[in-house]
């Protein structure tokens, strides 16, 4: 059985820090790229980071410079490290894991865990 579970979501004023974690089982962790989505209320989920399963980043503009996602293949945890956080970054956050290799296709979805930053 395959299981995403987050951590690490909170309460936090602008400004603030918060790490999430993604802990992965069910899955040989390593061959699978990995991505932090988020929806606000109201707002469609949204990509905002992405990790290759080679360790390649990419991010939504609005994040850039503030939030690094990193992996840990030996955990089998991806994380989310979100600096400078602002009250439109409130969201539930969703971890992602995704494997495609020819007609073979597997996309997995944590639970979320909620980031609320105050004003």
């Known amino acids: 059985q395959v299981q995403l579970v987050e951590s690490g979501g909170g309460l936090v004023q602008a400004g603030g820090s918060l790490r999430l974690s993604c802990a992965a089982s069910g899955i040989i962790f390593s061959i699978y790229s990995m991505a932090w989505y988020r929806q606000a209320p109201d707002k469609q989920r949204e990509l905002v980071a992405h990790i290759t399963t080679g360790g390649s980043t990419n991010y939504t503009d609005s994040v850039k410079g503030r939030f690094t996602i990193s992996r840990d293949n030996a955990k089998n945890t991806v994380y989310l490290q979100m600096n400078s956080l602002k009250p439109e970054d409130t969201a539930v956050y969703y971890c992602?894991?995704?494997?495609?290799?020819?007609?073979?296709?597997?996309?997995?979805w944590g639970q979320g865990t909620q980031v609320t930053v105050s004003s």
């Open positions: 992602n894991a995704k494997y495609g290799v020819a007609i073979i296709k597997r996309t997995y």
